[in-house]
């Protein structure tokens, strides 16, 4: 049975639904985007180009400069971006992405990358070579809490269940990124800890889900703390809540 809302005051319930619903959309979209498009996962275990692959949303980026490339390198300038699955590198001046190398390896050991491979010659931190992989592995955990929220908000919109219906009233500011914080503590530790030479910055990709637990602590938490008010006030009195 749909639950339509039916007397004064339901369409403001129902447009702070729609932003909590907004902001939960957004957040499996970007948490899928971040886990599933930073490396293509049809890449393999040794570096190759990717043809198909644009520059992702990463976890975080490594730009060799003009001073590692006159002390360290060979003179061509490289980009890496880390992501959850594996790495990627493409020619520092390559802003189209097209010219796109991939390595795809869960749980990486950079340090374990083929000799050939530019990234090793780069004396990354340890946060980079070792923690990121692990702790980045935790984002898919985000994506599950996000898919689960918005199938929950869909079907409170055509039935009355009161499960479903406690995903709109009964939120907790950030508790579903909390497994965003490991990944962003260790990308920001790598980046301070490059070696001379080599600049590193946070990642699109932790940029999206930045923006994702902001919404959800600056839009859906206040929506939902509305919610709650005008069901406590609702309930005295025997009046239905507003759908």
Known sequence: MRVLPTHEGS??????????????IYNLIGSLLVVLSSTPLTAGRSLAPVSTHAWGLYLLTVNETAAWGDDGGDGALTQFGFGVWGWCERDAGDYGGKQVSCVVRPFYDVDNAQSTDPVTQLRLPYAITHALSPTAFLIVFICAEHLADVTAMLCALCSASPFCRRRFTHRFPGVAALPLWPALITAAVGVHSLAPGLEGAIGGGLVVL????????????????????????AQPTGEAVPA
């Open 11 to 24: 369409d403001f319930s129902l447009v702070l639904r729609g932003l909590i619903l907004l902001t939960s």
């Open 210 to 233: 930045i923006v994702g637990m902001v919404l959800d602590v600056l839009v859906a938490w206040p929506c939902s703390l509305h919610l709650q008010k005008r069901e406590a006030a």
